[in-house]
């Protein structure tokens, strides 16, 4: 699995195709946010949901197995319990990279990927990782709370 600096701009470098597993139309949704970001910044987005015909104007899949080009990343934006059989479908498209998003954590599906010759980036957001490694922060929008302009608490006033 992926957790460095160094891999993970490998990968965003190397890697230029994005398959957005529950990517909304929803403007406020973080998929449609990052998607939106990423195209944005090069990356060719490939919307992957059965609800839509076409999200950020790109025609949109009801499934991985649908995708008629090849897939650099799946990136998913779904439930943890669900990623298992994503994994086994990105391993089945070919894709390269198999990316869950903050939050999504299965230990399992991970083990698939990995089986299936696929690199792995879990529990991070691609497009958090692309402005941190690339620069962009500063005008992207994300609140990482580690850089901050607020001065710390003062404590109780001083009597002399």
């Not at 779904?78 to 994994?87: S, T, V």
């Not at 879990?122 to 850089?147: H, P, Q, S």
Request: one cysteine or more.
């Amino acid at each position: 699995m992926i957790d460095d600096i160094a891999g993970l701009r490998r990968v965003l470098t190397e890697n230029r195709v994005i398959a957005v597993v529950g990517l909304s139309s929803n403007w406020h949704r973080p998929s449609y946010f990052a998607a939106k970001y990423m195209l944005g910044h090069g990356y060719t987005i490939v919307p992957v949901n059965p609800m839509y015909d076409e999200v950020l104007g790109c025609k949109c899949y009801p499934s991985l197995r649908a995708v008629p080009c090849k897939v650099d990343i799946v990136d998913c934006f779904r439930k943890p319990a669900e990623i298992p059989e994503l994994a086994r479908e990105a391993v089945a498209i070919g894709a390269r990279v198999l990316w869950l998003q903050l939050g999504v954590i299965n230990h399992e599906a991970v083990a698939i990927a990995e089986q299936g010759g696929l690199e792995v980036v879990m529990d991070r957001c691609v497009k958090i990782e692309y402005a941190r490694l690339f620069g962009g922060l500063n005008w992207a929008g994300v609140n990482t709370g580690v850089i901050s302009a607020r001065r710390a608490p003062c404590g109780p006033p001083h009597r002399i």
